[in-house]
C-alpha cells in the first residue's frame, strides 16, 4: 500500500476489517477450518489508491468532499489533467493521455464517444459513484487491457452488507467562482442477504472567472447523475450484484475549443457474480458481464460566428465480460483474469451550407469501428520472506479492428487504395517487479515489456480537427503496434515522525504514434494550417520522477510534501507535447477531534521543454495558495458534516502546460459543502 | 428400360434448345425507360435513356427500330442520327458517336449525343434518324425535349489556340464518397454540323466545395484518353457528400494549359468546371 496519509490507509485497513467480519459473520463455513494453508504474509501491491468516498462516510478526509473526479485524480503525483473546460479533463498517467494509458470502471472497459476527446470516461461518472481510484503505472495495469503509461481502475461505491438496515445521506455544496451549485442524496438499505444503494448527483454551473476577474465564456455545465447498485447473497458464499449509472450532461461548454456539447450522456450497466469457495486455493472468483453506451453530441449553435455550422454526433457501445479468480497457493497469491470487451465507435459530421437549398455535407469521422480484444491475464505475488516479495505478471491479447460502414471505408481509401477493412494485432504484456520492505526502509525495482493498438482515432480517424495546434488529422490503418520497454525504480524510508518515498519511471517507447503534418494535403476544416497523418516514431523516452514527503510534527498537525519531474523527447531530441514541468505541492494539514483544516500551495515552474512543433507554447510558472477547514456534528439520529475553504486565495491568473489553447484556470473560489447523513 | 433413363435428359436438352429461338431477354434495357416514340410511315424508333429524360450535356442513349406492319425490332439495322439545334440566326449540330448495336444478336441499339446548349422559349432541337435495312434507307425526324440541367455538366469554351471546345462529365452517375472512376469527353468544333473527339490531350480536375471553405480533396488523378476516339478518364476523389465543383483546365499533347486556371486563395474557382451534388 503506498503511503498516501496514514488516515486513508487506516479507512481503507477499516474498511477490509469491516468486510471480512461481515463475510464471516454471514458465511457460517469457518475460514478458520479450511485446509488450505493460510499465508499471513500479504506481499506489497505497488499500487495506489486515491481514495474518494465512503458511502455514508462523514468524516471528509478531502479537501473538498464534492470536488468532481478530475480534482481528486489530480492528487496523485502520477497524473496530471488536460484541460478543455470546466471538467470533463483528460487525464494522464506518467505525462501519457488516453491512447497510451486505460481507465475503467470496476473492471470494465469503457470509450469515449467523442473524436475530440472532450469526453474522457471520467466525465460520466461521479464521486457519489466511487469509493476510490486504484492507480497502477506501467504494464502493472495491464489486468484490464493493453496499456503503455498504465491504468486508473474507478472503483464503484457500495456500502454493501456493512451497514445493515436503512441509511440516507443528502450533500450539497456551493462554489461562489462559477456559482456551481451541487446536490446530491443516497438512499441504502441492506438485510443479511440483500442490499441496495442507490444516488443521486446534480450538478450545474455557470462560466468561471480566472484570477485577474475575466470570465471564461463557455464554461458553463450541468449535468445530473443517477445510480444504483443491488446484491444479493446466497449458499453463503456466493454474491450476485448488479450496478447501473445513467449520467447526463447538457449544455456543457468547452472554452478551449470551437465547439461545446450539447448532450453527453452515459448508460453503464454490469452484472457480477462472486463466488468465494470453501476450500480451495482459489479465494475469490469474480465474474461480470457489463454493456456501456455513450451518446455525445457536440454543438456550435452558442458561439457567436462559426464559419460554417455542422452537427458532430457520436456513439461508443461496448459490451464486455471479465471472469477473474484470486487465490493462493502456498506462498504465491496469484490472479487469472480472462477478460473481453466488442466496442462499437461511430463518430459524424454533417455540415449546413449558407445556401439553404443545397444538399447538406455528410462524412464519418469515425468510420463505425468495431474492435473485438481478448485477453488472458496471469499475475503471481511471490512472497520470498516476510519482508520482500517478487511479482510476475504476463498477458496475451488479440486485438481486432473492422471498419463497418461502406462509406466510411471507401473514405479512407482515398488515402490507402489498398487498405482492408479489418486488422488483427496481437498484444502481449510482460513485467516483473521486486519489493522490500523492513523496518520503515523500503525499496523496490521492476521491468517490464508491453504493446498497445492504434487507437480509434490514430487507426481510421478521418478529417478529426485538433484546436491546439491547428490540423486536421488522418488516421493509418497501417500503424504498427506501439512497443514499450519500462524500468522503474523506488526507495522509502518510514518511521512514526515522518516518511519519504522516492519512485522513477523511465519508458522507451518504439514505434511512437504521433501526427506528422503532409504538405501535400490540403485541409478541410475552415482556418486549419494543415494536414497531420498519423505516423510513427522510431521510438520515444518518457522519464518521470517523484517525491512524496510527511512528517507529523504531533498528534494533530502534518506535513505534506510532493515534487514531481519528468522529462520526454523523440529519438530527433525534440520534446514530446504535454510533458509536465517541475511540479509541487505542500500542505499542512491540522485535525483534532471533530475539527480539522488544511492550507496548501501548488504549483508549476516555468514549462521550458515545450514543443513548438506539436502547438505548444511556453507556460510561465505559478502558484497557488489553498485553504479548507471542516467540521462535523453528531445529532440524535443525524450526523452533519461542515467543510469550507477557499481554493486560489491570492486570485492569481494562471494556465497551465496542459491547459488547451492556455484557457486560465479559476481565480480565488469560496467553497461551502454540507452534508447529512441519517 | 434403358430408354426411360435417358428420357429425362432428352427432355431437357429439347427444352434447353427450345429457349435459343425465343427473343433475347429483356435485359438489354435493364435500367433504361422509354422517353419517346418517334414514326414515320413504315417504322417507330423507341428512344431509352437511364435516368429520365434528355437534358443539356452528354446523354447515353438506346434505341429500338419496329417494323409498324409486323411489330417486329429490326435486327439489322444500319443507323446514323443527326441531332441539329435550330436557333435564330443559325443551325449547328453537336458531339455525337456513331450507333452501334449493343450485342450482335440484340434489338437494342446504343450511342451518346452531348447537347451542348439547353432549348428556350424559341430555340429547340431536333433529332434526324436515318437508317438503312437491308439497302433500302428510311430516315425520320422529331423535334426533341432538351432541357438545362440542374447542376452544370457541360462546358464550352474558346482555347488559347482559337478553337472552340465542348468538354461534358459522363461518369460517375452516382457519384460516391471516395474514389470514384471519373469519365469526361473533350470535343472540338470543325464546322457547324461536325464535332469530332479531341485526342491526346488531358483534362486535370481540382474538386472543390465552395460552401465550406474551398477545401479540395486528395489523391484525385486527371483525365487521359486510353484509346484514340475514346472518351477520358481519370480519378476523382470526393471525402464527402453535398455540392461539388469539379473545377478543370484543358491541356493540349504538348501540355499547355489551353483553358482553365489553378485554385488559389486569389482565383477560388476555374473558368470551367462540371458540377455535382450528391
Same mark, same amino acid.
Given at each position: 500500500?503506498?503511503?498516501? @496519509?496514514?488516515?486513508?490507509?487506516?479507512?481503507?485497513?477499516?474498511?477490509?476489517?469491516?468486510?471480512?467480519?461481515?463475510?464471516?459473520? $454471514?458465511?457460517?463455513?469457518? $475460514?478458520?477450518?479450511?485446509?488450505? +494453508?493460510?499465508?499471513?504474509?500479504?506481499?506489497?501491491? $505497488?499500487?495506489?489508491?486515491?481514495?474518494? @468516498?465512503?458511502?455514508?462516510? $462523514?468524516?471528509?478526509?478531502?479537501?473538498?468532499?464534492?470536488?468532481?473526479?478530475?480534482?481528486?485524480?489530480?492528487?496523485?503525483?502520477?497524473?496530471?489533467?488536460?484541460?478543455? &473546460?470546466?471538467?470533463?479533463?483528460?487525464?494522464?498517467?506518467?505525462?501519457?493521455?488516453?491512447?497510451?494509458?486505460? +481507465?475503467?470502471?470496476? @473492471?470494465?472497459?469503457?470509450?469515449?464517444?467523442?473524436?475530440?476527446?472532450?469526453?474522457?470516461?471520467?466525465?460520466?461518472?461521479?464521486?457519489?459513484?466511487?469509493?476510490?481510484?486504484?492507480?497502477?503505472? /506501467?504494464?502493472? /495495469?495491464?489486468?484490464? /487491457?493493453?496499456?503503455?503509461?498504465?491504468?486508473?481502475?474507478?472503483?464503484?461505491?457500495?456500502? /454493501?452488507?456493512?451497514?445493515? &438496515?436503512?441509511n440516507a445521506a443528502v450533500n450539497t455544496g456551493f462554489e461562489t467562482n462559477s456559482k456551481q451549485k451541487i446536490v446530491g442524496s443516497a438512499i441504502n438499505y441492506a438485510n443479511n442477504s440483500f442490499y441496495i444503494d442507490t444516488d443521486f448527483m446534480f450538478r450545474d454551473a455557470e462560466n468561471y472567472t480566472a484570477g485577474n476577474g475575466q470570465e471564461v465564456l463557455f464554461s458553463q455545465f450541468r449535468k445530473f447523475n443517477i445510480s444504483s447498485t443491488s446484491g444479493f447473497s446466497f449458499d453463503k458464499n456466493k454474491l450476485l450484484e448488479g450496478s447501473i449509472i445513467y449520467d447526463k450532461a447538457t449544455n456543457v461548454g468547452y472554452p478551449a475549443l470551437p465547439m461545446d456539447v450539447s448532450l453527453a450522456e452515459a448508460l453503464i450497466t454490469s452484472l457480477k457474480f462472486e463466488y468465494v469457495p470453501e476450500s480451495s486455493p482459489i479465494e475469490n472468483w469474480e465474474t461480470k458481464i457489463y454493456y456501456n453506451t455513450i451518446t455525445h453530441k457536440m454543438d456550435d449553435t452558442k458561439r457567436p460566428s462559426v464559419p460554417i455550422h455542422m452537427d458532430m454526433p457520436g456513439w461508443s457501445d461496448t459490451f464486455g465480460f471479465y471472469s477473474k479468480a484470486k487465490g493462493t497457493l502456498r506462498s504465491h497469491h496469484f490472479i487469472a483474469d480472462l477478460n473481453s470487451f466488442y466496442n462499437r465507435s461511430v463518430a459524424e459530421m454533417t455540415m449546413y451550407p449558407a445556401d439553404s437549398n443545397e444538399k447538406l455535407m455528410f462524412m464519418y469521422t469515425w468510420p463505425d469501428v468495431k474492435t473485438f480484444y481478448t485477453a488472458l491475464f496471469l499475475e503471481d505475488n511471490i512472497a520470498l520472506n516476510c519482508h520482500s516479495s517478487l511479482k510476475f505478471s504476463t498477458s496475451l491479447g488479440n486485438h481486432f479492428n473492422e471498419v463497418a460502414s461502406e462509406l466510411g471505408l471507401e473514405s479512407l481509401r482515398i488515402f490507402y487504395p489498398n487498405m482492408k477493412a479489418s486488422k488483427n494485432r496481437i498484444l502481449p504484456s510482460v513485467s516483473s517487479n521486486y519489493s522490500f520492505d523492513e523496518n520503515g526502509f523500503s525499496y523496490g525495482f521492476g521491468l517490464a515489456y508491453g504493446q498497445r493498438a492504434p487507437s480509434v482515432s490514430e487507426g481510421y480517424g478521418f478529417y478529426l480537427f485538433n484546436s491546439f495546434d491547428t490540423y486536421d488529422y488522418i488516421g493509418n490503418p497501417e500503424l504498427k503496434n506501439e512497443n514499450s520497454l519500462e524500468t522503474s525504480a523506488s526507495m522509502g524510508y518510514k518511521t512514526q515522525k515522518w516518511s519519504a518515498k522516492m519512485s522513477a519511471s523511465y519508458f522507451h517507447i518504439s514505434n511512437y504514434i504521433v501526427g506528422k503534418p503532409d504538405a501535400s494535403l490540403v485541409p478541410m476544416t475552415i482556418g486549419a494550417s494543415g494536414v497531420k497523418i498519423y505516423t510513427a516514431l522510431d521510438y520515444a523516452t518518457i522519464f518521470n520522477t517523484d517525491l512524496n514527503l510527511e512528517y507529523q510534527f504531533s498528534d494533530f498537525m502534518q506535513w505534506k510534501g510532493q515534487l514531481v519531474y519528468s522529462y520526454g523527447k523523440d529519438f530527433e531530441n525534440q520534446n514530446l507535447p504535454f510533458i509536465s514541468p517541475l511540479r509541487y505541492f505542500s500542505s499542512l494539514n491540522f485535525k483534532k477531534e471533530k475539527f480539522l483544516s488544511s492550507i496548501a500551495v501548488q504549483g508549476n515552474a516555468t514549462q521550458t521543454q515545450f514543443s513548438p512543433f506539436y502547438g505548444e507554447d511556453r507556460t510561465p510558472s505559478?502558484?497557488?495558495?489553498?485553504?479548507?477547514?471542516?467540521?462535523?456534528?453528531?445529532?440524535?439520529? +443525524?450526523?452533519? @458534516?461542515l467543510k469550507a475553504g477557499v481554493e486560489n486565495i491570492l486570485d492569481t491568473y494562471y494556465s497551465t502546460f496542459s491547459d488547451w489553447n492556455n484557457i486560465p484556470r479559476k481565480g480565488r473560489n469560496f467553497f461551502l459543502n454540507v452534508s447529512f447523513s441519517f | 428400360m434403358k430408354f426411360l433413363r435417358i428420357l429425362p435428359l432428352v427432355l431437357l436438352t429439347i427444352l434447353a434448345s427450345c429457349s435459343n429461338n425465343e427473343e433475347p431477354a429483356v435485359d438489354e434495357l435493364y435500367g433504361l425507360s422509354k422517353i419517346k416514340e418517334i414514326t414515320n410511315t413504315t417504322h417507330t424508333i423507341e428512344l431509352y435513356k437511364?435516368?429520365?429524360?434528355?437534358?443539356q450535356g452528354y446523354n447515353e442513349i438506346a434505341l429500338k427500330i419496329k417494323d409498324n406492319t409486323t411489330n417486329q425490332y429490326i435486327k439489322n439495322a444500319t443507323v446514323t442520327w443527326t441531332p441539329v439545334m435550330h436557333m435564330a440566326m443559325m443551325n449547328h449540330s453537336c458531339p455525337k458517336s456513331p450507333v452501334t448495336k449493343v450485342s450482335?444478336?440484340?434489338?437494342?441499339?446504343?450511342?451518346?449525343?452531348?447537347?451542348?446548349?439547353?432549348?428556350?422559349a424559341t430555340e429547340y432541337w431536333d433529332l434526324k434518324i436515318d437508317y438503312t435495312i437491308n439497302g433500302t434507307s428510311y430516315t425520320m425526324t422529331s423535334?426533341?425535349?432538351?432541357?438545362?440541367?440542374?447542376?452544370?455538366?457541360?462546358?464550352?469554351?474558346?482555347?488559347?489556340?482559337?478553337?472552340?471546345?465542348i468538354a461534358a462529365y459522363v461518369d460517375p452517375h452516382h457519384p460516391k464518397v471516395g474514389v470514384n472512376d471519373m469519365v469526361a469527353g473533350v470535343w472540338k468544333m470543325q464546322d457547324m454540323m461536325t464535332f469530332p473527339v479531341v485526342d491526346n490531350y488531358k483534362l486535370k480536375i481540382d474538386p472543390r466545395m465552395p460552401s465550406m471553405g474551398n477545401h479540395s480533396s486528395p489523391n484525385n488523378v486527371d483525365l487521359v484518353q486510353t484509346v484514340a476516339g475514346d472518351l477520358y478518364n481519370g480519378k476523382l476523389s470526393l471525402t464527402m457528400t453535398g455540392y461539388w465543383k469539379i473545377n478543370l483546365q484543358l491541356l493540349n499533347a504538348a501540355g499547355t494549359v489551353l483553358k482553365g486556371e489553378t485554385i488559389t486563395d486569389a482565383v477560388p474557382a476555374s473558368s470551367i468546371y462540371f458540377e455535382i451534388e450528391f
Open positions: 500500500m503506498n503511503h498516501f @496519509g496514514r488516515n486513508n490507509f487506516t479507512i481503507f485497513k477499516m474498511k477490509n476489517f469491516i468486510i471480512i467480519i461481515g463475510l464471516c459473520f $454471514l458465511f457460517p463455513t469457518i $475460514l478458520l477450518a479450511q485446509q488450505k +494453508v493460510i499465508d499471513t504474509i500479504t506481499p506489497k501491491d $505497488l499500487t495506489e489508491v486515491i481514495v474518494i @468516498g465512503k458511502k455514508a462516510q $462523514l468524516y471528509q478526509k478531502q479537501a473538498k468532499p464534492l470536488a468532481t473526479i478530475d480534482e481528486y485524480l489530480q492528487q496523485s503525483t502520477k497524473i496530471d489533467m488536460i484541460r478543455r &473546460g470546466s471538467y470533463a479533463w483528460e487525464p494522464m498517467i506518467n505525462n501519457m493521455p488516453t491512447e497510451r494509458t486505460l +481507465v475503467t470502471i470496476d @473492471g470494465m472497459r469503457i470509450f469515449g464517444a467523442c473524436t475530440d476527446k472532450m469526453d474522457p470516461i471520467t466525465s460520466y461518472v461521479e464521486v457519489s459513484n466511487l469509493s476510490e481510484a486504484t492507480l497502477k503505472s /506501467g504494464q502493472q /495495469g495491464a489486468c484490464h /487491457g493493453a496499456t503503455i503509461g498504465g491504468s486508473v481502475d474507478l472503483q464503484r461505491n457500495r456500502a /454493501g452488507f456493512s451497514n445493515l &438496515g436503512w505559478y502558484a497557488i495558495l489553498n485553504f479548507d477547514a471542516g467540521y462535523s456534528l453528531d445529532f440524535e439520529k +443525524v450526523k452533519c @458534516g | 437511364h435516368m429520365g429524360g434528355l437534358e450482335t444478336d440484340g434489338l437494342v441499339y446504343e450511342g451518346y449525343i452531348v447537347f451542348q446548349m439547353a432549348q428556350n423535334v426533341i425535349d432538351v432541357p438545362a440541367s440542374a447542376k452544370q455538366r457541360v462546358t464550352t469554351f474558346t482555347g488559347s489556340d482559337g478553337v472552340r471546345y
